[in-house]
């Protein structure tokens, strides 16, 4: 097992420099108890007084006054160039399933960084918390129970195709991809039950979901889970 900055069994908070609502951390860290920052996220962390594990990124943008508050032992550079804060801190993070808050709204560029990184990290079990949806990205299989009438959006960032049940329009047969078909706005029938051919498939569900979701996604069995792809980045080895 490669060790990583961070190594949990239960799920991780990862707080970024996006907008954060009032009631995100409160959210997240209630499911999610261990906190870590991805470069300026360090800045909500201090001024919300939570306690952090570690700040991951390439230090560029975390406010001087609130580096002086975090032991230096907490801090972990990564310099390169080619990824994003969030992509340093995704893949230095091992644990069941992290939830993303401060990675939505503010800029455009960042959101989708943040859409693509999900897909590139497909073993990280990650949720991004928004003002009213979360987002992550499909298993290969994953069941949760809906409510009839729920709103269900399947978005594909590459060419997928998959099976389900419990949904109003289902999906088999139908050849998804970002040039081609999406399932934005489908409806729930009852319990939901997904199943996908590859890691490119992300799923938006209500926020009033995050916690049913995390725990799908932290108790996955390990068939249900996508593998890493190969890497494209080399951090410094973690002593």
């Keep these: 097992m490669i060790n990583k900055i961070i190594n949990e069994t239960g799920p991780v908070t ?15 860290l209630a499911l999610a108890p261990i906190c870590v920052a991805a470069d300026s996220g360090a800045d909500v962390a201090v001024q919300a ?12 943008s975390i406010a001087p006054a609130t580096r002086a508050q975090i032991p230096d032992s907490k801090f972990h550079k990564i310099p390169e160039q080619m990824s994003t804060d969030f992509d340093k801190a995704l893949r230095n993070i091992a644990a069941p ?13 960042h959101q ?3 859409l693509h990184t999900l897909v590139m990290r497909p073993e990280a079990a990650c949720i991004i918390l928004g003002a009213d949806d979360i987002i992550f990205l499909c298993p290969r ?13 399947l978005f594909p960032l590459g060419a997928v195709m998959g099976r389900s049940q419990g949904l109003e329009w289902p999906i088999e047969g139908l050849e998804f991809a970002p040039w081609g078909a999406s399932g934005t706005s489908n409806r729930a029938t009852g319990d939901l039950h997904l199943e996908m051919d590859d ?25 249900a889970r996508w593998p890493a792809r190969a890497e494209q980045y080399k951090d410094p080895p973690q002593s």
Excluded at 143 to 153: A, D, K, N, W
Excluded at 199 to 223: K, N, Q, S, Y
């Design 14 to 28: 990862l707080i970024g420099g996006g907008a954060v609502g009032a009631q995100d951390l409160y959210d997240a």
């Design 49 to 60: 007084g939570i306690d952090l594990a570690a700040v991951i990124g390439d230090m560029d």
């Design 97 to 109: 399933c992290i939830i993303g808050v401060g990675f939505s709204g503010k800029r455009v560029d």
């Design 112 to 114: 989708l960084g943040v």
């Design 141 to 153: 299989m994953f069941t949760l129970p809906l409510e009839p009438g729920t709103r269900v959006s």
């Design 199 to 223: 890691p490119f498939m992300l799923c938006i569900l209500p926020r009033r979901f995050l916690g049913a979701v995390t725990e799908r996604l932290a108790g996955m069995p390990a068939p």
